[in-house]
């Protein structure tokens, strides 16, 4: 079984920054792709970004690339969502999944294990 708890949400002006933290828990966290997706009000769930299993390659929406960076510390078993510039659109609840793969995919339906989610609200 594998836990995933995300932090670091909360209320931003637009143009500030976020960080968000997943501490994963319960399986082999470094061997798997992991994930960040996001899911506001009344919209389905978008990919925001994934990373490989040793952190060398990342990945993102189109039109998130150049605010948000994914890092992730295999030693600490914890996955980053570095968020800058953010504007009253990238107001939503922010997941981490695992995929349990080697390669990083932006399906959601590749991810089994999912955190609770962290809500982060951008003012304008």
């Known amino acids: 079984q594998v836990q995933l708890v995300e932090s670091g949400g909360g209320l931003v002006q637009a143009g500030g920054s976020l960080r968000l933290s997943c501490a994963a828990s319960?399986?082999?966290?470094?061997?798997?792709?992991m994930g960040w997706f996001r899911q506001a009000p009344g919209k389905e769930r978008e990919f925001v970004g994934t990373i490989t299993w040793s952190g060398g390659n990342t990945y993102y929406a189109d039109s998130l690339k150049g605010r948000f960076t994914i890092s992730r510390d295999n030693a600490k078993n914890t996955l980053y969502l570095q968020m800058n510039s953010l504007k009253p659109e990238d107001t939503a609840v922010y997941y981490c999944?695992?995929?349990?793969?080697?390669?990083?995919?932006?399906?959601?339906?590749?991810?089994?294990?999912w955190g609770q989610g962290t809500q982060v609200t951008v003012s304008s």
């Open positions: 999944a695992a995929s349990g793969l080697l390669t990083p995919t932006t399906s959601q339906y590749d991810y089994p294990y």
């Open positions: 319960g399986r082999t966290f470094s061997t798997w792709a």
